[in-house]
């Protein structure tokens, strides 16, 4: 990696993100437009030849609930706050109308089959790594859950990307063992610590980063790390928030993002943006017209600079080279 690298990765979810925190009645017309906004997404890929790691949730692999009782796994995670529970929270919500809310195969063989695409994982089941109550065992036949439905696929996991970016160095061994080259880590800054147990701080800090601060979140290949013998570690540089009808709130976002880009294309450094795909159910139209703008800017410095684009597996593969 000798020239810039932009990385995108998308923490692709739909209810299952979000289960413990809203009530699905309210997120239905969210979720629907979200479905709808992924082929969109995935045409200014294609226009603009970017490369991305959509990290999925496992239960989005099922068709039906059926299905997804079928492939419970025999160890589940026994949280002290069972609300974390998807399998508590999924026996609840059963029903034909949430289905889509919950399983999305047709759209993960969408993605499957698009250029420059990788399919990771977000774990089985939105797994919590840090809250009290799980364990290893818990983890490990959630993991294989995910590695094993993916196969029905034909796709071989490579990247993951911890629920809520709780990362349990603790699990990476597993993770290694299974396959797992790539793990997405959180900028090496205190807001972005311990995010489990999130201070009031943390989240101004995080919330004013957004909009303004020093160019900070690129970085050197470099610091692409091994965790664990052949596991790489990416950090994450800036998560692009949903747009937001507060014009001065979201010219400065979309400035430090273009202004974070060319600085990663000058100093041949590692730009890594990403987001959930549900951030774009509210507003298609104006995230999507941003999102147009952010690599239209890309592909400019790609054609000036030699700037590239990367999924996490691509950076994994070209680190690991060159620290063997």
């Not at 993605?111 to 774990?123: C, K, L, S, Y």
């Not at 970016?165 to 997405?184: A, F, K, M, P, T």
């Not at 507060?246 to 990403?274: D, Q, S």
Request: hydrophobic share 35%; charged share 25%; net charge neutral.
């Amino acid at each position: 990696m000798n020239n810039g690298v932009l990385v995108i990765s998308l923490d692709f979810e739909l209810l299952w993100g979000i289960f413990d925190k809203v009530s699905y009645e309210e997120k239905i017309d969210y979720f629907t437009e979200t479905r709808k906004v992924i082929p969109k997404i995935l045409h200014l890929f294609q226009q603009f030849n970017i490369h991305c790691t959509w990290a999925t949730v496992g239960m989005l692999f099922n068709e039906n609930w059926d299905e997804w009782s079928e492939n419970i796994p025999e160890v589940v995670p026994n949280y002290q706050n069972m609300n974390f529970s998807a399998y508590n929270y999924g026996k609840k919500i059963r029903s034909k109308v949430t289905e889509p809310l919950c399983f999305a195969p047709d759209l993960i063989k969408m993605i499957a089959q698009a250029p420059g695409q990788e399919i990771g994982t977000h774990t089985y089941s939105h797994y919590y790594c840090l809250e009290p109550g799980q364990d290893l065992p818990a983890f490990k036949a959630d993991l294989q859950t995910s590695i094993k439905l993916a196969k029905k696929f034909d796709i071989e996991l490579e990247s993951l990307v911890f629920p809520r970016n709780q990362i349990n160095l603790d699990y990476l061994e597993i993770c290694s063992l299974d396959g797992i080259n790539n793990v997405r880590s959180n900028p090496t800054v205190w807001y972005w610590e311990n995010t489990q147990t999130d201070s009031l701080a943390q989240k101004i800090f995080r919330t004013g980063d957004a909009y303004l601060g020093k160019k900070d979140k690129t970085y050197q290949p470099s610091e692409v790390s091994l965790l664990d013998k052949q596991l790489t570690s990416q950090k994450a540089s800036r998560l692009l928030r949903p747009f937001s009808d507060k014009r001065v709130l979201n010219y400065l976002k979309m400035k430090r993002i273009l202004g974070e880009i060319t600085h990663a294309a000058e100093k041949n450094e590692i730009y890594h943006l990403w987001w959930h795909p549900h951030n774009f159910g509210v507003n298609p139209v104006n995230n999507l017209k941003d999102l147009e703008i952010i690599l239209g800017h890309f592909d400019n410095c790609r054609r000036t600079k030699g700037m590239q684009s990367l999924n996490m597996a691509e950076v994994g593969s070209k680190a690991l080279k060159k620290i063997g």
